[in-house]
C-alpha cells in the first residue's frame, strides 16, 4: 500500500526482539489486573508488544523535555513540565480504549513516578438533544457530531497545566452524555486521548487535535474482522441490557435477537463502516505508531513512522 512507504514495518518477531529483556517481567499480580478488565488481552501481547512499546514511548517523552528545557534556556525563562500527550485513533470497536488502558497501566508500572491518566473523547460527543436538533443523530461518530472547539479547548489547558480539568462522561448504555457526571484531570504527566477522531483534520478551526500530540498509535485491523468484533460487543451489551430499563437496547434485548442483530449489521454498514473507510482509515498514515491485529486481536505487525 503507498501509503505505508512512510513506515518502518517490523514483524512481531522483529518488534519484540527490540526489546527482549531488561525489564524485569510484569509479576503475577499486575498480570492478574490486566485480566480483570478484559480477560480475552493475550498476556503473550503484553510482554511481546506493548513493553517495547512503552519503551519507544519513553524515548519520545525523553526528546520531548530536552527540548521543553533547550526552549526554555533559549527564552532564559523557566519553563514549567509540560504534559506528554498520546493519541490513539482507529475505527469504532477495533479495540482503542483496550489498548489505551493496557498503555496506562504499563506506562505507569515503568514510569512509576509519572501520573498517567486516561480519557476518552466520546465525552465530547454532542449529547443526543443536540444532535437532534442538528439533525445529525444518525451521524454519530462522524466528524460534526463532536464538539471539536470543547475537545481543543481541553487540550490546550491541560497543555498549560490546569489544576483541575472537569470533562463530560459518554455511556454506550444509555448511548448519550450523562447528565451532570464529570471525569477529573489533574494535571498529569502523561494523558492518553483514545477516540475514532484524534488524528482527524478541523472542520473549521485554525489548529488539529493532533497538534497537541507528542505520541499516536493508530490501531489497525482488516474491515471484517472490526465488522466481527463490532457485532460481538453487541451481543454482550444486548445481554446486559436486558434487565436494565434504562438501557438504550432495553427493548431490543427483550425482542427477537435477529430483529436486534439485523439492526447492528445496519449500524455497522452504514455508519461505523462508513466512517472508517471516509474519515478514519485516511488518518493512519499520520500516526507515529501502527499496530496491525488479525483475527483474535492478535498483534501480527508494528509500523514505525519514518519521518
Ligand atoms: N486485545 C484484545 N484482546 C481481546 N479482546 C479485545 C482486545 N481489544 C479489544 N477487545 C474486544 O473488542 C471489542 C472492542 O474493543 P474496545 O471497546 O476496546 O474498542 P474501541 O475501539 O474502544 O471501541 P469504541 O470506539 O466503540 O469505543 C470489545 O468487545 C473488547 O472486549
Ligand atoms: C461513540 C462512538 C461514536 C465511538 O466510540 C461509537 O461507539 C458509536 O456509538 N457509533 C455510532 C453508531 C453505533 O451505534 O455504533
Given at each position: 500500500?503507498?501509503?505505508?512507504?512512510?513506515?518502518?514495518?517490523?514483524?512481531?518477531?522483529?518488534?519484540?526482539?527490540?526489546?527482549?529483556?531488561?525489564?524485569?517481567?510484569?509479576?503475577?499480580?499486575?498480570?492478574?489486573?490486566?485480566?480483570?478488565?478484559?480477560?480475552?488481552?493475550?498476556?503473550?501481547?503484553?510482554?511481546?508488544?506493548?513493553?517495547?512499546?512503552?519503551?519507544?514511548?519513553?524515548?519520545?517523552?525523553?526528546?520531548?523535555?530536552?527540548?521543553?528545557?533547550?526552549?526554555?534556556?533559549?527564552?532564559?525563562?523557566?519553563?514549567?513540565?509540560?504534559?506528554?500527550?498520546?493519541?490513539v485513533a482507529g475505527s469504532v470497536a477495533v479495540?482503542k480504549?483496550?489498548?489505551?488502558?493496557?498503555?496506562?497501566?504499563?506506562?505507569?508500572?515503568?514510569?512509576?513516578?509519572?501520573?498517567?491518566?486516561?480519557?476518552t473523547t466520546d465525552?465530547?460527543?454532542?449529547?443526543?438533544?443536540?444532535?437532534?436538533?442538528?439533525?445529525?443523530?444518525?451521524?454519530?461518530g462522524f466528524p460534526?457530531?463532536y464538539?471539536?472547539?470543547?475537545?481543543?479547548?481541553?487540550?490546550?489547558?491541560?497543555?498549560?497545566?490546569?489544576?483541575?480539568?472537569?470533562?463530560?462522561?459518554?455511556?454506550?448504555?444509555?448511548?448519550?452524555?450523562?447528565?451532570?457526571?464529570?471525569?477529573?484531570?489533574?494535571?498529569?504527566?502523561?494523558?492518553?486521548?483514545e477516540g475514532i477522531n484524534v488524528l482527524q483534520?478541523?472542520?473549521?478551526?485554525?489548529?488539529?487535535?493532533?497538534?497537541?500530540?507528542?505520541?499516536?498509535?493508530?490501531?489497525?485491523?482488516?474491515?471484517?474482522?472490526?465488522?466481527?468484533?463490532?457485532?460481538?460487543?453487541?451481543?454482550?451489551?444486548?445481554?446486559?441490557?436486558?434487565?436494565?430499563?434504562?438501557?438504550?437496547?432495553?427493548?431490543?434485548?427483550?425482542?427477537?435477537?435477529?430483529?436486534?442483530?439485523?439492526?447492528?449489521?445496519?449500524?455497522?454498514?452504514?455508519?461505523n463502516?462508513?466512517n472508517l473507510?471516509?474519515f478514519i482509515?485516511?488518518t493512519?498514515?499520520?500516526?507515529?505508531?501502527?499496530?496491525?491485529?488479525?483475527?483474535?486481536?492478535?498483534?501480527?505487525?508494528?509500523?514505525?513512522?519514518?519521518?
Amino acid at each position: 500500500m503507498e501509503e505505508k512507504m512512510n513506515f518502518h514495518r517490523f514483524t512481531r518477531e522483529e518488534w519484540q526482539s527490540f526489546y527482549p529483556n531488561g525489564v524485569p517481567p510484569l509479576t503475577e499480580s499486575e498480570l492478574m489486573q490486566i485480566k480483570s478488565f478484559n480477560d480475552r488481552i493475550s498476556l503473550q501481547d503484553v510482554q511481546d508488544i506493548y513493553i517495547p512499546l512503552t519503551h519507544l514511548v519513553n524515548i519520545y517523552m525523553k526528546e520531548y523535555e530536552s527540548l521543553q528545557l533547550a526552549k526554555g534556556l533559549f527564552m532564559q525563562q523557566f519553563v514549567g513540565s509540560t504534559p506528554f500527550i498520546i493519541g490513539v485513533a482507529g475505527s469504532v470497536a477495533v479495540g482503542k480504549s483496550t489498548t489505551a488502558r493496557l498503555l496506562q497501566m504499563i506506562l505507569s508500572r515503568l514510569l512509576k513516578k509519572k501520573h498517567v491518566q486516561l480519557i476518552t473523547t466520546d465525552g465530547f460527543l454532542y449529547p443526543t438533544r443536540v444532535l437532534k436538533e442538528k439533525g445529525i443523530l444518525d451521524r454519530k461518530g462522524f466528524p460534526e457530531s463532536y464538539d471539536m472547539e470543547k475537545l481543543l479547548a481541553f487540550l490546550n489547558a491541560v497543555k498549560n497545566g490546569e489544576e483541575f480539568i472537569h470533562i463530560p462522561m459518554y455511556s454506550h448504555e444509555s448511548y448519550d452524555i450523562i447528565p451532570d457526571m464529570y471525569e477529573t484531570i489533574t494535571q498529569p504527566d502523561i494523558l492518553i486521548v483514545e477516540g475514532i477522531n484524534v488524528l482527524q483534520l478541523p472542520q473549521n478551526q485554525q489548529i488539529y487535535v493532533s497538534d497537541f500530540f507528542d505520541f499516536s498509535i493508530y490501531v489497525d485491523a482488516d474491515s471484517e474482522l472490526v465488522r466481527k468484533w463490532y457485532l460481538e460487543r453487541f451481543e454482550a451489551l444486548l445481554k446486559l441490557a436486558k434487565n436494565d430499563k434504562n438501557n438504550y437496547y432495553y427493548g431490543y434485548a427483550n425482542g427477537p435477537k435477529e430483529e436486534a442483530m439485523a439492526m447492528a449489521e445496519n449500524v455497522w454498514e452504514k455508519v461505523n463502516l462508513k466512517n472508517l473507510n471516509e474519515f478514519i482509515l485516511p488518518t493512519r498514515s499520520r500516526a507515529d505508531i501502527v499496530l496491525h491485529k488479525k483475527e483474535n486481536h492478535k498483534i501480527d505487525e508494528v509500523l514505525l513512522r519514518k519521518f
